[in-house]
């Protein structure tokens, strides 16, 4: 599974930003997809995950404000991150495992069961 994210870049706080990810080399059942982000000097933390069935979940961190949606065809995630603030500048990563709903049937985002990662695109939120 390859996985590239897109859509990165400088905004204002309050402003949005789309960021994308595109998905290949693998087949439509069996996978949980996420993104995390990693802050300066922070460790990299879940902020939003989405199962096989559509189903998402999300971190209080930007719960409300930042949602993950899945294009028809499974090629494509997108993440719209609205009323940013300079607490969401970070790299953003995308991040694939293999099963349907564990992502969000699972309180938590743990790393370890997510076996496919991209390399990341900057998000920096200026106030």
């Known amino acids: 599974v390859d996985l590239t994210e897109f859509g990165g870049g400088s905004v204002q706080s309050g402003g949005s930003l789309n960021l994308s990810c595109s998905v290949s080399?693998?087949?439509?059942?069996?996978?949980?997809f996420g993104w995390f982000r990693q802050a300066p000097g922070k460790e990299r933390e879940g902020i939003a995950a989405i199962a096989l069935d559509g189903r998402t979940k999300y971190a209080d961190s930007v719960k409300g404000r930042f949602t993950l949606s899945r294009d028809k065809d499974g090629s494509t995630l997108h993440l719209q991150m609205n009323s940013v603030d300079p607490d969401d500048t970070g790299k953003y990563f995308c991040?694939?495992?293999?099963?349907?709903?564990?992502?969000?049937?699972?309180?938590?985002?743990?790393?370890?069961?997510?076996?496919?990662w991209g390399q990341g695109t900057q998000v920096t939120v200026s106030s």
């Open positions: 080399g693998y087949t439509w059942s069996g996978y949980c």
């Open positions: 991040a694939a495992g293999h099963g349907g709903t564990w992502c969000v049937i699972r309180s938590d985002f743990l790393e370890s069961l997510y076996r496919y």
